[in-house]
């Protein structure tokens, strides 16, 4: 039973935050001074959503969304949440030194992936990817569906370099920029 809830809790939550609850901190929050922060989307997912029978439109995110899930184990960055068709990624809350180039590693690679997948109707798929990095706060909120969460400006800037992204490229900030360099 320990091994099952062990395996529960690493799929919803880092091993670093894993570590602090079994030392026994029940609060988790964190500042981390750097972190590198992606978002994705897929273009025009409002219409496909509209078009497309509800089963084709979920076959096609679980298709995505498990190609993505394996990149970040592949590639060692943290997928924070999806909400609709938007895919949220982390680096460096974990204190790697390379936080930043994981994450333009990560980005092609989604860019890649998708390159090959096409929706039922054999429409080409495309996402925008907005990268920054800078400083952010994180934590567990909720009881009753916990969730890791990352608030604050870093957070806020790489969802409007997504926003404003051109479809299958990705907006990096000139912070992400720099962090790399």
């Keep these: 039973e320990a091994r099952v809830n062990m395996s529960l809790l690493a799929s919803i939550l880092p091993s670093n935050v894993i570590r602090q609850l079994k030392q026994g901190v029940t609060l988790i929050a964190q500042f981390h001074q750097q972190v590198t922060i992606l978002f994705s989307d897929i273009r025009g997912f409002t219409t496909l959503a509209t078009e497309w029978p509800t089963e084709q439109i979920i076959l096609m995110l679980n298709n995505m969304f498990t190609a993505f899930d394996r990149l970040c184990d592949t590639l060692g960055v943290y997928k924070v949440e999806t909400i609709g068709d938007a895919y949220m990624i982390v680096s460096g809350h974990d204190g790697v030194g390379d936080h930043a180039a994981r994450m333009l590693r990560m980005a092609a690679a989604m860019l890649g992936a998708v390159e090959d997948m096409r929706g039922y109707d054999g429409r080409e798929l495309q996402i925008r990817i907005g990268i920054h990095t800078g400083p952010a706060h994180s934590g567990v909120v909720g009881l009753s569906r916990p969730r890791y969460c990352f608030f604050g400006d870093t957070v ?26």
Excluded: C
């Design 156 to 181: 806020n800037t790489a969802s409007r370099m997504e926003s404003t992204g051109f479809p299958m490229a990705v907006q990096v900030s000139a912070a992400t920029r720099d962090a790399v360099l």
